[in-house]
């Protein structure tokens, strides 16, 4: 029986395209570090070097950890006194990049029906970000963290998207068994592979990645709004 709900985020939730955002986060970011001392092209750089080695993180250590060993491999050990003030950014300015992202819905009412009927929730964006930064892409989509019973950020996981370690983590944390979760995402190659766990997916196709040549028929798919009609008519599951 069907009891868990995992979420992603960009591009599901908060609808976006992906390139739009990224100008507008990047953006933001080289305006607050460079008094910080940090050259943006060298900033970017050490970003994405960053990002990478998230995502090609083995379970050894958090994602975090490996984000700031990249990081300061490209700045030095100086660079890891600053974490605090990214926070800071990531709490504050990063609100500007929402020019990135396009108009959407407020969407705590469906959630919080969703509880209502005993449905557990997840979000579970890929973690890159920390939690920070989560709340703040969250708002925008009129929810918070404490919509979720499990939210995934660079403090909590050790595995990135589409790796299926990343998704198992999550259902552990809940405990919870794949055959009772369904995953919706907007991402072929990062949120589709969730299938296989055993767990059921759902494709929103608004802000569809990675569909390219891909035949979609394969999964239940449908817009963002043709989600909500789904889960709306969810059944109570309280006993």
């Not at 100008?23 to 900033?43: K, S, T």
């Not at 557990?120 to 964006?125: D, E, G, K, Q």
């Not at 969250?138 to 019973?149: E, I, N, P, V």
Request: hydrophobic fraction near 40%; charge should be negative.
């Amino acid at each position: 029986m069907l009891d868990t709900l995992l979420f992603d985020l960009d591009g599901t939730l908060l609808p976006m395209v992906q390139r739009d955002f990224t100008q507008a986060y990047f953006a933001e970011l080289v305006r607050f570090a460079q008094p910080l001392g940090y050259p943006p092209q060298a900033l970017i750089d050490a970003l994405w070097r960053g990002v990478q080695a998230m995502v090609d993180n083995d379970g050894r250590a958090t994602n975090r950890e490996r984000f700031w060993a990249s990081f300061a491999g490209s700045f030095g050990a100086q660079a890891l006194a600053h974490e605090p003030l990214f926070r800071q950014f990531y709490a504050g300015p990063f609100h500007n990049a929402r020019r990135g992202v396009l108009p959407c819905r407020p969407l705590g009412n469906l959630m919080a029906s969703l509880r209502d009927k005993g449905y557990t929730l997840a979000l579970a964006t890929n973690p890159l970000f920390p939690l920070e930064g989560v709340r703040t892409r969250l708002s925008w989509a009129g929810l918070t963290d404490r919509d979720f019973a499990w939210v995934t950020t660079y403090d909590n996981s050790t595995y990135c998207k589409p790796h299926p370690r990343y998704y198992l983590d999550i259902l552990r944390a809940l405990g919870k068994a794949p055959d009772n979760c369904l995953m919706c995402g907007n991402d072929v190659a990062e949120d589709m592979p969730a299938a296989q766990t055993g767990m059921a997916v759902y494709l929103v196709t608004d802000c569809l990645e990675h569909g390219q040549g891909v035949d979609i028929g394969q999964w239940p798919h449908g817009s963002l709004a043709e989600l909500e009609k789904k889960l709306t008519a969810l059944p109570n599951i309280l006993p």
